[in-house]
């Protein structure tokens, strides 16, 4: 029997690394990895659905699954996941010391709905009382003009501000000229980036404070997933579970690699060191994939983007991921 032939756009990771380079294989599949920017990767596959199967935007994910559009279902494989403490950049003369402080503030975001702007807004409301309706939003181009409309339409609750800025202006350059108070961001604004940059971490020892919040919620915000076409899981129904065992070995060959000490396979002098401090914390799988070791910060992104208006229910795993990966 011919084995079925599929194509994977995703970022370059080294999870994903043994499935590029064929030395992990998922049974049955014969699998093309393209190695894309997440970005084009998420309009290609929201806008065209131009992939077999994609890594996506977890908060897009669960737009496009409550309005009842989307032609793919996930897997409980998280590609990207990132504490989110470091997201928040505040001008260094600006007299914010504090995520308390920012209440009442302009703040700038490059598109509201994203999922690491989802996480921050469910800690600043859970971690320090801030709910969303006590800031000002302002969206548009982080370092360049924004060009573009967003990539998903939102219609938020009546008690959220969100003002697009002129399409000239940039999001880093009216913070830095005090026209708003912060920037949320994944990616550092360019003026963070410059050694005499006037724009600073909110959260300097952000490390540290990212360590705490996991040791208090056992979260580990979870950023990205896998989708597969619906047609593809209909047709062959054990295709789920066969990619979902794949990825996990990819994954096992990646942490792997970490532990190769002899010579490095990562760029980074204290590799060691890093990765013994990690396990002590987390465990030896820290970046795990499955439904039950992710429940809590499942749950909690569903009940943020619920709350945040994103979506109009909260929806339940059961809907959201094949069926079959539901019990691995």
Not at 272 to 299: C, H, K
Request: aromatic content about 10%.
């Amino acid at each position: 029997m011919p084995k079925l032939e599929l194509n994977f756009a995703c970022a370059d990771y080294d999870r994903t690394q043994a499935l590029a380079d064929g030395s992990v294989k998922a049974n049955g599949i014969e699998l093309n990895v393209l190695k894309l920017p997440p970005d084009e990767i998420f309009f290609r596959m929201m806008q065209n659905e131009e992939f077999d199967m994609s890594e996506l935007s977890v908060s897009s994910y669960l737009i496009a699954k409550d309005r009842g559009t989307p032609r793919f279902t996930a897997l409980p494989v998280f590609l990207s996941r990132t504490f989110r403490h470091s997201s928040i950049y505040v001008h260094r003369d600006g007299g914010i010391l504090s995520p308390e402080q920012l209440r009442g503030k302009r703040i700038g975001v490059p598109e509201y709905h994203v999922t690491a702007l989802v996480w921050v807004r469910g800690l600043l409301q859970y971690e320090y009382g801030i709910h969303p309706s006590e800031l000002d939003w302002y969206w548009g181009g982080v370092d360049t003009p924004r060009r573009k409309p967003e990539r998903v339409s939102i219609e938020l609750p009546n008690d959220i501000r969100l003002t697009a800025i002129a399409p000239e202006q940039t999001l880093n350059q009216m913070l830095q000229d005090g026209q708003i108070d912060a920037i949320i961001s994944p990616r550092a604004p360019a003026g963070f980036l410059q050694p005499s940059g006037k724009i600073v971490r909110l959260f300097e020892d952000y490390a540290a404070i990212e360590k705490q919040y996991f040791q208090k919620t056992g979260i580990f915000p979870i950023m990205h997933v896998v989708v597969v076409k619906d047609e593809i899981l209909q047709r062959n129904p054990w295709a789920a579970l066969s990619l979902y065992h794949a990825f996990v070995q990819a994954k096992e060959k990646a942490y792997d690699n970490l532990h190769q000490i002899g010579s490095l396979r990562v760029t980074l002098p204290w590799l060691a060191e890093e990765v013994a401090s990690t396990e002590q914390l987390m465990g030896r799988d820290f970046w795990p994939y499955g439904i039950e070791r992710n429940r809590t910060a499942l749950d909690a992104l569903i009940s943020y983007s619920h709350e945040q208006g994103l979506i109009h229910r909260k929806h339940p795993l059961e809907e959201l991921f094949a069926k079959s990966t539901l019990d691995s």
